[in-house]
């Protein structure tokens, strides 16, 4: 199971920190995914990362204002989100796959929360 929390409403340049909390699998065996999907738009790869949390992955519409992490003690894995701007509105999913690929492919992905919206809007 993957829950996601800490979405909500921000003015755009504020800040957001989602977070994804998976139960029910070995933490350390899957990579994670955040992927997001606006209204009349595809689902996208926003960034992943490895089971191991060495390795990180992201979008060029996120490098530079995104950050990714995990935490393996808690089984929670955070996306930092500064310098939010209107484009980033979307319903943010994430996503846990088996193994330790960092490739933001959505399909390849296996379970999947239920999403968190998040609108950056005056």
């Known amino acids: 199971q993957l829950v996601e929390s800490g979405g909500g409403l921000v003015q755009p340049g504020g800040s957001l920190r989602l977070s994804c909390e998976v139960s029910?699998?070995?933490?350390?065996?899957?990579?994670i995914g955040w992927f997001r999907q606006a209204p009349g738009k595809e689902r996208e790869g926003v960034s992943c990362?490895?089971?191991?949390?060495?390795?990180?992955n992201y979008a060029d519409s996120a490098k530079g204002r995104f950050t990714i992490s995990s935490d393996n003690a808690k089984n929670i894995v955070y996306l930092q989100m500064n310098t939010l701007q209107p484009e980033d509105t979307a319903v943010y999913f994430c996503?846990?796959?088996?193994?330790?690929?960092?490739?933001?492919?959505?399909?390849?992905?296996?379970?999947w929360g239920q999403g968190i919206p998040v609108t950056v809007s005056e």
């Open positions: 029910g699998y070995s933490f350390d065996s899957y990579s």
């Open positions: 990362i490895s089971s191991s949390g060495g390795r990180k």
């Open positions: 996503a846990a796959r088996f193994g330790a690929t960092i490739f933001c492919n959505a399909p390849a992905f296996e379970y």
